[in-house]
């Protein structure tokens, strides 16, 4: 029997179920492969808050944004945060308009960029989840021992499991299941996900991986279990990687963090502790941001809660396509509005 | 950012490994992956090492890749 006759066979005569992903490597495998096209109508696949870029706030990007108009300062950052807005503007306007911003690959480039340019400020935009914050922290690590003095880190990462645990809290957000973020769970392993006390399954990318695990979800539900389940066994251990754990004990601590569209979650975020605060640039060179309120039809905040779809929203593939986007949902390319739009064809209900 | 690989290391200098995909090579830090050596696959993030890949499940996954892009079927149950 194929993957998805056995999701059929198993969904026949359940009420409607909704699983939730939290990742966005895996919203976009799942509109490539078409995965909803295919599956019963009674299950549903709605996406979470699950990439790092759509989820940073407004304020992160005002900040970078007043940094960069600083003298001798060099902004290094992942590709993916140039054009999320911030109130006013972006980086990749502020990069036009003469502010030097950098894109790397790896954290580590950026000790090369503050190795070469020692009377600037280099300023790295530290974004992303469990998987990509060691890294940095890692590099915060090289930075000490290489002696750098003119590398800082302007930090919103943030953590998996306090955000669903929000979720699972709001009355609004409906969801059966969780597909859980690979790549997460090979850095925090899989027991940091035992409280969810809903069916969860950590999955792999590619499409055949993201139907094992959704039968995983179907079996559970079948068999009235609620545990969280592994099928991404070639990476994914259960104890996580403990080195990366370590080093993430190491450089930071846990704070309370804004998510954009879930507000404040307690200690869901991550922050350069005392023994490293001199690479920390808001102790540094405190800068005071005014906060904005934005009036906007713009519905990320709901499509990043899984309440509304992106179709839903007035702006959705009017007033914001990806070259010209408003929300971080659509600029991102792991958004969900961009996942929507590529691949959706105005043909989703 | 948020981009992952599996690859091979080919070559181990003090923390920094060289790793090959598909006749690619680039550097990855050894840095949370202390353990991993020649000739072991690892999942590359962002120039790090993240995670030893159990071989035999990349084997299993490339093979259902492979079927799902016309090859004859070799994994009969999973």
């Known amino acids: 029997m194929s993957l998805i006759d056995k999701i059929k066979t198993l969904a026949q005569g359940k009420k409607n179920l909704r699983f939730m992903e939290v990742c966005g490597t895996h919203t976009v495998a799942i509109f490539r492969a078409g995965i909803r096209n295919i599956l019963p109508p009674n299950v549903e696949l709605v996406s979470g808050p699950g990439c790092p870029v759509c989820v940073t706030n407004d304020d992160f990007i005002d900040k970078a944004i007043e940094y960069s108009k600083l003298p001798d300062t060099i902004i290094a950052t992942f590709g993916d945060m140039l054009k999320v807005p911030g109130s006013f503007s972006n980086l990749a306007e502020e990069s036009a308009a003469g502010a030097n911003v950098q894109i790397i690959y790896s954290p580590l480039d950026c000790l090369k960029i503050a190795a070469e340019n020692p009377n600037k400020r280099v300023i790295f935009l530290a974004v992303g989840f469990e998987t990509t914050a060691p890294t940095a922290a890692a590099t915060i690590i090289s930075a000490r021992n290489a002696d750098l003095k003119n590398l800082y880190f302007l930090s919103a990462q943030k953590l998996v499991p306090p955000a669903l645990k929000m979720l699972l809290a709001d009355s609004a957000v409906k969801v059966d299941g969780f597909l859980l973020p690979g790549h997460v769970a090979v850095v925090t392993g899989t027991k940091v996900f035992e409280f969810l006390k809903v069916p969860a399954v950590v999955a792999g990318f590619e499409p055949e991986e993201i139907l094992l695990a959704l039968i995983n979800l179907l079996r559970q539900i079948d068999e009235g279990r609620a545990e969280v389940s592994n099928e991404y066994k070639s990476v994914v251990k259960s104890e996580g990687n403990i080195a990366a754990q370590k080093i993430l004990a190491q450089v930071y601590e846990t704070v309370d963090a804004d998510w954009r569209g879930l507000g404040t979650i307690p200690k869901s975020g991550l922050k350069v502790c005392e023994e490293f605060a001199d690479f920390d640039i808001e102790k540094i060179l405190p800068l005071e941001i005014k906060p904005v309120k934005k009036n906007t039809a713009c519905r990320c905040g709901e499509v990043l809660r899984g309440i509304c779809k992106p179709t839903d929203c007035k702006l959705f593939g009017r007033t914001c396509q990806p070259l010209h986007a408003v929300g971080p949902c659509m600029i991102s390319v792991e958004g969900v509005c961009a996942a929507w739009y590529k691949y959706g064809n105005f043909k989703f209900s | ?78």
């Open chain 2, 1 to 78: 950012m948020c981009l992952a690989f599996p690859a091979k290391v080919i070559e181990v200098k003090e923390s920094l490994a060289t790793v090959e995909r598909a006749g690619v090579k680039r550097s990855a830090s050894l840095m949370l992956l202390p353990e991993a050596k020649v000739g072991d696959y690892v999942l590359v993030h962002a120039g790090f090492a993240m995670q030893i890949i159990d071989e035999e499940e990349l084997k299993l996954r490339d093979a259902l890749i492979a079927e799902m892009n016309g090859a004859p079927r070799t994994v009969f149950s999973l």
